[in-house]
């Protein structure tokens, strides 16, 4: 049944990407896609990473969980990560309000 989005493939959602990508009007609908992450941040930083990651989500999967002096981390918390560098990444478009003055950033 092809339906709404008959595009879609629910098992394999990445071969609809194309599809979707020049429904938005992207012009490189064959593009590759890359995750953001955060080494940028560089290992030196790692402690207020985790400690930003904390503040941003409250998780209590273990599978999501950070990696402990005790525990290795869980094999879900990559998405966490990718999470955040997705938030900071587009942090300026997220919090542009537009207001009587202009545009502002807002939290």
Do not use: W
């Amino acid at each position: 049944q092809q339906g709404f989005f008959p595009y879609l493939d629910r098992k394999n959602p990445v071969r609809g990407l194309p599809a979707a990508l020049a429904l938005h009007d992207h012009k490189h609908v064959k593009g590759e896609v890359i995750l953001p992450n955060l080494t940028a941040v560089g290992s030196l930083n790692q402690q207020k990473v985790r400690a930003l990651l904390k503040r941003v989500f409250a998780v209590n999967i273990p599978a999501f969980m950070p990696a402990t002096e005790h525990n290795e981390a869980g094999r879900l918390f990559v998405v966490l990560e990718i999470c955040l560098a997705s938030l900071i990444r587009h942090y300026n478009n997220l919090t542009k309000v537009k207001r009587c003055r202009g545009e502002t950033n807002v939290i």
